[in-house]
């Protein structure tokens, strides 16, 4: 009896997560096949795949939104390289050397991850609008380096501080400075945190579309793809639903293929994480 309990509780249980699974993954499914179908068989078929498959959607989204697509890359690629270097020194620098208000300085750091970031957006606006202008990729790259460095550096400190402090004591017995210590030994022992710090960085850099539509008002050629999407792309095709699949498609590729290929190294580096804290 108790044995049949267990079993009828284990098929409930399973038969939930599969239910609660295809909930979560049938929309993805249909935006792909979707992406596929003309206009008249999107509005026959759009719940299920059909044959033959219609690729005019996809080229037409992908010769719409390369642009856009590289304009991601170039601002993603230098606002992580920016988040990286500046998060790897400043928490090297908590981490390994001694100053005044130190802990405290610190302490300010960890308090900027507790301000939710729609609070700030008007003030950080009014801010980097007096200083760098609109309509230009510096006000798109700035704030991802300053926003981005905050965790960066509260993870990184705490990898840091993990690091046998013989190490250190050996490398300045040899003549090593900070400078050194911090590119021979800290950064190739954070390799798979920075990259995973790197990936973080990315993808949350494809997916904001709240800041550059509003940092871009004029110059639509300098959008990132999710705004882009947002404010020229969904406006222009919003009556073809397979188009608009087809450039939700195109703008989900790069993202697909960047964790098909770092998902050893995103594990990796959350792992090495928290075996040091």
Not at 1 to 14: A, L, N, P, S
Not at 22 to 46: D, G, H, Q, R
Not at 71 to 97: C, D, E, K
Not at 136 to 164: A, D, W
């Given at each position: 009896?108790?044995?049949?309990?267990?079993?009828?509780?284990?098929?409930?249980?399973?038969?939930?997560?599969?239910?609660?699974?295809?909930?979560?993954?049938?929309?993805?499914?249909?935006?792909?096949?979707?992406?596929?179908?003309?206009?008249?068989?999107?509005?026959?078929?759009?719940?299920?795949?059909?044959?033959?498959?219609?690729?005019?959607?996809?080229?037409?989204?992908?010769?719409?939104?390369?642009?856009?697509?590289?304009?991601?890359?170039?601002?993603?690629?230098?606002?992580?390289?920016?988040?990286l270097v500046v998060s790897s020194l400043a928490a090297y620098a908590f981490a390994r050397m001694k100053f005044f208000l130190k802990?405290?300085?610190?302490?300010?750091?960890?308090?900027?991850?507790?301000?939710?970031?729609?609070?700030?957006?008007?003030?950080?606006?009014?801010?980097?609008?007096?200083?760098?202008?609109?309509?230009?990729?510096?006000?798109?790259?700035?704030?991802?380096?300053?926003g981005g460095s905050v965790f960066g550096v509260f993870l990184l400190r705490g990898f840091f501080e993990g690091v046998s402090e013989?190490?250190?004591?050996?490398?300045?017995?040899?003549?090593?400075?900070?400078?050194?210590?911090?590119?021979?030994?800290?950064?190739?022992?954070?390799?798979?945190?920075?990259?995973?710090?790197?990936?973080?960085?990315?993808?949350?850099?494809?997916?904001?579309?709240?800041?550059?539509?509003?940092?871009?008002?004029?110059?639509?050629?300098?959008?990132?793809?999710?705004?882009?999407?947002?404010?020229?792309?969904?406006?222009?095709?919003?009556?073809?639903?397979?188009?608009?699949?087809?450039?939700?498609?195109?703008?989900?590729?790069?993202?697909i293929l960047l964790y098909v290929f770092s998902n050893r190294f995103y594990v990796e580096g959350l792992t090495s994480a928290a075996?040091?804290?």
């Amino acid at each position: 009896m108790q044995r049949t309990k267990i079993r009828i509780g284990q098929i409930v249980d399973h038969v939930l997560l599969v239910l609660m699974l295809l909930v979560m993954v049938y929309p993805l499914f249909m935006a792909v096949w979707c992406s596929f179908k003309s206009t008249a068989e999107f509005n026959i078929s759009k719940w299920y795949p059909t044959l033959p498959l219609n690729f005019e959607n996809v080229w037409f989204a992908l010769k719409e939104l390369w642009v856009y697509i590289l304009n991601t890359v170039f601002v993603g690629g230098a606002g992580t390289l920016g988040v990286l270097v500046v998060s790897s020194l400043a928490a090297y620098a908590f981490a390994r050397m001694k100053f005044f208000l130190k802990n405290f300085l610190y302490g300010m750091v960890i308090a900027l991850m507790m301000i939710p970031a729609i609070m700030t957006l008007v003030p950080s606006f009014m801010l980097y609008k007096q200083l760098v202008g609109t309509d230009t990729y510096l006000i798109l790259i700035i704030p991802i380096i300053t926003g981005g460095s905050v965790f960066g550096v509260f993870l990184l400190r705490g990898f840091f501080e993990g690091v046998s402090e013989s190490i250190f004591e050996a490398a300045k017995m040899d003549g090593a400075g900070d400078l050194r210590c911090y590119l021979s030994i800290c950064v190739p022992l954070s390799v798979p945190i920075l990259l995973t710090l790197a990936i973080m960085q990315l993808t949350g850099t494809w997916n904001d579309y709240i800041w550059p539509m509003i940092a871009i008002p004029s110059d639509a050629n300098k959008l990132t793809i999710a705004a882009a999407i947002k404010k020229e792309f969904l406006s222009a095709n919003s009556g073809s639903y397979p188009t608009l699949f087809a450039g939700y498609l195109i703008a989900s590729v790069p993202l697909i293929l960047l964790y098909v290929f770092s998902n050893r190294f995103y594990v990796e580096g959350l792992t090495s994480a928290a075996v040091k804290f």
